[in-house]
C-alpha cells in the first residue's frame, strides 16, 4: 500500500483585487488543480516545478498545516489536517526558507530538545546523533549558536532535526540550497544511505536538477497546480530530451557544416556543436559524416541537461 | 503519554526559554542597571505621598518601598513589557513548522515561559530585591508560610500574564500588525495590574473596576502575599482567584489558538 495517496485533490485561495479606488473583487485562485498521485514507501520522488506552481501548497496539504478544498489525502494512513499532531510524529519536514532549530541555542541544544519533544529514547537519540555528526561532519559547530552558523552548517544543522526522530516519511525544500559543491554531495549521499538503510520515504521539492538526477527514483513535475508529468528521469530525458550535441574540434576553422539529420547550433573557431536526435542518428554515423568533410581533431558528446528537458516541457505547456 | 515523559519534556523546554534568554548577559546587566534607576525615581515619588497621612490601605512608607522594589524585579519575571513571539512567528509563517511538531504550542510557550520566567528571577528580580533590602531596608515575607504563599501566586501570576499575552498575540491570526493590540494591552496590564501604583491608592471605583480584571493576579496579588496585607482567608480567595485566571486565559488562549490556526489551515498563511 502506497504511504502516500493523493485523490483528485485541489486547492482554492480566495485573493482580493482593488477594483476602482474602494471596491475590491474576490477571485478565486486554483493552486492546485485534480491532483493524483500515490508514493511507495522507501521511494525517493522528486517534485519539481517553477516557483508558484503549487509546490509547498501541495507539502502543506501532505503535512497537515493547510487543509484541501477538495478530495482525499492520505499520508501514513492518516488524513494529514484531520491527525496532524499524531502525523506529526511519523514524519520530519524542512522548509528551506525556515529556522527550525532554536536560534539562540547551540545546535546541540536544539537536537536534544527535539528528543524530548518526539519522545525519542535517550540511547536511540544518542546513536543517531553519533550517525548524524559523522554523516554531515556536525562535530565543528555542534556547540556553536544557530544565529552564527553560516548557511551550509544552518541546512546540516536543520536536516538532522527533520530526521532525528526516525521519520517514516521526510518532506524537503530545497535541501541543497545555497550549499557548495562538496556539501551538496554530503547531503546527497547522506539522504541515499537513510533511504537505503532506513527505508525512508522522502520527498523533495528542488530547484537543482543535480538532486533530481542524483537522488530520485522518479519526478513528478507540476505547472500551474497541475501535474503534466510523473515517472522516472530516463525516460523523462528521453520523452523530452532526445536531442543531444556532438562537440566537435576541426583542424581548421570551417564555416558550418552541412550534415543529414542535424544542424550546427553554435560555432567558436574550429569548435562546432551539432545537435542531433539521439533516435534516429547515433553519434558514430554523425562523427564519420562530420569526418568525411572535414579533418576532426577532438569530439564529445553532450547527454542533454535535465535542465533544458524541464525548460522544454514548461515551454510546451499551452497557456 | 506517561507522566514523567511528559515532565521532562516540559523541563526540556522550560531549560530552552531558560537558555534562550541566559544567551543575552549583556542585555541583562543593562536591564538591571535600568530597573534600579527606575526603582529609585518611582520610590522618591510614591514617597511624597506619605508627607501628609500614614498609610494607604495597607500601605505605609516602608510597606510602599518594599512594593516599589518588588516591582522593579518581578516586572520581568511576569514579562510586563511585553512578549511578541507568537505574533512574529504568526506573521512570519514560521508558525507553520510549530504546527508540525507532536506538541502543542500553548503548552511549548508555557513551559517555556517558565524558563524564561526562571531566568528573570534570578537574574533580573533578585538585584533589585536586594537593593530595597541592603539600601532602604525593606521588608521580606514575615513567615515561612508567607513564603510558599508566595511562591505559590508568583507561579499562579507567570501563567495568567502567559495567557494575557497568548491572547493578544494570536491577534496575530486575524490582523497583519498586532502591536497595535500589544500597546493598548501593555498600557492597561501595566495600570490595571497595580504596576504603575498599588490598587490600594486608587479611587474605589477605580479599585472595584481592576478586581474585576485578571491584571492584579499578575502583580499585585504576589505584592500583597508578600507583604502581608493578605492573609487567612483573603489570603485562599487570592490564591483561588489567581488559579481562576490562569484557567480562564489559558482556555481562552487555547480557544483563540484552534480559531487562528483554523483560518490559518482552510485560507493559507
Known sequence: ?319 | MPLAESLSLDLAMARVGFGRYAAYPIASAAGIFTNVVFGLMRGSILLALFAQRERIGAYDASATLTYVWLTQGLLNVVAMWGWQDLAIRVRTGDIATDLIRPIHPLRAALAADYGRAAYQLLVRAVPPILVGIVIFRTSLPPSPVAWLAFAVSLTLAIAVSLGFRFVYNVAAFWTTDHRGAMILALVVMSVFSGFTIPIQFFPPWLAAIASATPFPSMIQTPVDVWIGALSGSSLVGALVAQLAWAAALLGLSYGLFARGTRRLVIQGG
Open chain 1, 1 to 319: 500500500m502506497p504511504i502516500i495517496e493523493v485523490e483528485h485533490v485541489e486547492k482554492e485561495f480566495t485573493v482580493r483585487r482593488p477594483l476602482g479606488r474602494l471596491r475590491r473583487e474576490r477571485v478565486r485562485v486554483r493552486a492546485v488543480v485534480d491532483l493524483t498521485f500515490a508514493i511507495e514507501r522507501a521511494s525517493i520522488v522528486g517534485y519539481i516545478g517553477p516557483n508558484g506552481a503549487g509546490k509547498s501548497t501541495t507539502v502543506k496539504m501532505l503535512t497537515g498545516i493547510l487543509v484541501p478544498t477538495r478530495g482525499r489525502i492520505s499520508v501514513a494512513g492518516l488524513v494529514p489536517t484531520r491527525q496532524r499532531m499524531r502525523l506529526a510524529g511519523k514524519i520530519g519536514v524542512m522548509f528551506g526558507q525556515r529556522v527550525q532549530l532554536w536560534w539562540d541555542l547551540p545546535l546541540v541544544e536544539s537536537f536534544d530538545l527535539l528528543r524530548h519533544v518526539y519522545r525519542v529514547p535517550a540511547d536511540r537519540h544518542r546513536e543517531n546523533l553519533l550517525r548524524f555528526r559523522d554523516l554531515l561532519e556536525l562535530d565543528p559547530f555542534l556547540n556553536t549558536p544557530v544565529r552564527q552558523l553560516s548557511l551550509g552548517q544552518r541546512i546540516r544543522g536543520e536536516l538532522t532535526a527533520a530526521m532525528l526522530h526516525d521519520p517514516e516519511i521526510v518532506f524537503l525544500d530545497e535541501p541543497t540550497i545555497g550549499l557548495d559543491v562538496i556539501a551538496k554531495q554530503r547531503v546527497r549521499e547522506f539522504l541515499l544511505q537513510a533511504n537505503r538503510d532506513r527505508g525512508v520515504t522522502v520527498l523533495l521539492t528542488t530547484h537543482d536538477l543535480a538532486d533530481i538526477e542524483r537522488l530520485c527514483s522518479r519526478v513528478l513535475i507540476l505547472d500551474r497546480g497541475r501535474l503534466i508529468y510523473d515517472g522516472d528521469v530516463p525516460s523523462l530525458k528521453s520523452r523530452f530530451g532526445k536531442e543531444r550535441v556532438l562537440v566537435v574540434d576541426l583542424e581548421e576553422t570551417a564555416p558550418p557544416l552541412r550534415l543529414a539529420g542535424a544542424r550546427v547550433v553554435r560555432v567558436e573557431g574550429p569548435r562546432q556543436w551539432i545537435a542531433f536526435d539521439g533516435d534516429r542518428t547515433s553519434a558514430a554515423e554523425l562523427t564519420g559524416a562530420v569526418a568525411a568533410q572535414a579533418p576532426l581533431r577532438d569530439l564529445t558528446v553532450e547527454e542533454p541537461e535535465i535542465e533544458d528537458v524541464v525548460r522544454r516541457i514548461y515551454e510546451e505547456q499551452p497557456e
